[in-house]
């Protein structure tokens, strides 16, 4: 396993937010969010429903309408880019439901939207990371299980050799054995220096695959830990959350 997925800058800054703001309609649903994600850190967002998670995603991304704030990408103001350009630039994004087209087949899926033919050596490493893919790569991707289009879905991404991916809960509705995947592939993404901003609803997911903890509220970052104290004091996550450890 040692296709070239990113180049680490260690240490540096790879997305920077600040002061995010975004409505829906009339509605704020962004009200000054401050966060930032170094180059292979992996970054966790969480928060009740609603707070605001899929929206930040998507106002980093330019889906949404920025109302105000800023947001860089490796130095670089892309607040006025569109959003379209900002895979070229290597933000990779695994939407919530991931974004599979069912009646094209798996493979198609993988190469969909690559504006030059696809890196052998990367659809090699794909394949052999997800043999379930290459065992399909010739059936319709709508056959595949929720799980297995999860990780379509984050291959997908790989295709386009990201330095930051934005991943909107990949283990959303998925079985646990597929889960248990699932992280180990993040595990694997962020270790060969990919960035990675997750919005999860599994607290524990979460706690286990980022460094980082963002925990938002009414559309605002309310608190930042790391995930070891957020282990070892419980009480943070059950204040924010409502939930126990
Ligand atoms: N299309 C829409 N029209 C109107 N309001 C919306 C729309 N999409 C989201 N909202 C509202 O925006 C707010 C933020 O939603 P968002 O999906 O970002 O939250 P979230 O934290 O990701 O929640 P969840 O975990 O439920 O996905 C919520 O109050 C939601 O009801």
Redesign the pocket.
């Known amino acids: 396993m040692n296709a070239p997925l990113a180049h680490p800058v260690v240490g540096s800054t790879v997305l920077d937010v600040k002061g995010l703001q975004a409505s ?2 009339r ?1 704020p ?1 962004l009200r000054g969010v401050d966060l930032n994600v170094g180059a292979g850190e992996t970054v966790a967002l969480l ?10 995603l ?1 106002a980093i991304l330019g889906l949404l309408q920025r109302r105000g704030g800023s947001v860089a990408f490796q130095g670089a103001d892309i607040g006025r880019l569109p959003a379209y350009k900002l895979s070229g630039l290597g933000i990779g994004y695994v939407p ?1 439901g991931r974004g599979i087209f069912p009646v094209l087949t798996v493979e198609e899926n993988l190469f969909l939207g690559l504006r030059s033919a696809p890196d052998p050596e990367l659809v090699e490493d794909i394949y052999t990371r997800f043999p379930r893919l290459a065992e399909r790569r010739f059936q319709a991707a709508g056959t595949l299980s929720g799980g297995e289009q999860q990780i379509l879905a984050i291959g997908r991404c790989l295709m386009r050799k990201p330095s930051l991916i934005l991943l909107d ?1 990949p283990t959303e509705g998925i079985m646990p054995k597929l889960v248990a995947e699932i992280r180990r592939e993040i595990a694997a993404i962020a270790k060969r220096g990919v960035a990675v901003l997750l ?1 999860e ?1 599994n607290v524990r997911t979460a706690l286990a695959l980022a460094s980082r903890i963002y925990l ?1 509220e009414r ?1 605002q970052v309310v608190h930042e830990a790391t995930s070891h104290d957020l282990t070892t004091d419980p009480s943070t996550i059950h204040r924010y959350l409502g939930v126990a450890l």
Request: aromatic fraction near 0%; glycine fraction near 24%; avoid cysteine.
């Open positions: 829906i309609g509605v649903v928060g009740r429903n609603g707070v605001g998670k899929t929206s930040t998507r919530q809960e919005v609803q938002m559309g």
